[in-house]
C-alpha cells in the first residue's frame, strides 16, 4: 500500500484504548514499504501519544518516512493556507494537503476524513482517503 499516514492513523496505532486502534493495527498490517509523513504530523503525534520515543521509533522501525522539505514548499503551503481560511487548518494538515499534489499515487490515510473530503490537492481534484468509515478509496 502507497500512504500518506496523518496524525490519526499514527494516534490510533500507538494507543490502544483509542476507538480506531483495531482500525490502525489492521492498516499497519498492509503496509508494505513506509508510509510517507510529514515533521508536523509527528509532532502532532508525539504530543497526543505523550511519547516522542515511540512516534521516532515508527521511523526507525520503517512504518514511516519523513517525505516533506518545508522550505521548498513554503508558497504552496501559504497558498493553501489562503486558500482554506475559513476552515482554519492547521500546518499538518496544509503539509498534507502538498504532500497529495506531490504523491499522487497515494492514499492519505486519516481518521479526519471530513476537512480532508472537502480539501482539494491542485485547486480541484478530490483527495483520495481511507479512513475508518471508509476503508477503500
Known sequence: ????????LIVAFGNRTDQ?????????????????????????????L?????VLSLIEDGMLRIAFDFLSNLDQ???????YEDRNPD????CLIRMTELYPRHVLITIDERDFRV??????????????SHRKV
Open 1 to 8: 500500500m502507497k500512504g500518506i499516514a496523518d496524525t490519526g
Open 20 to 48: 480506531h486502534h483495531r482500525w490502525a493495527l489492521e492498516i499497519a498490517r498492509q503496509v508494505t514499504e513506509p508510509l510517507l509523513t510529514c515533521e508536523a504530523v509527528l509532532a502532532e503525534a508525539a504530543f497526543h
Open 50 to 54: 505523550g511519547s516522542a520515543p515511540f
Open 77 to 83: 503551503l501559504a497558498t493553501l493556507a489562503r486558500r
Open 91 to 94: 500546518l499538518a494538515d496544509l
Open 119 to 132: 480539501y482539494r490537492r491542485n485547486r480541484r481534484e478530490v483527495i483520495p482517503v481511507l479512513s475508518p
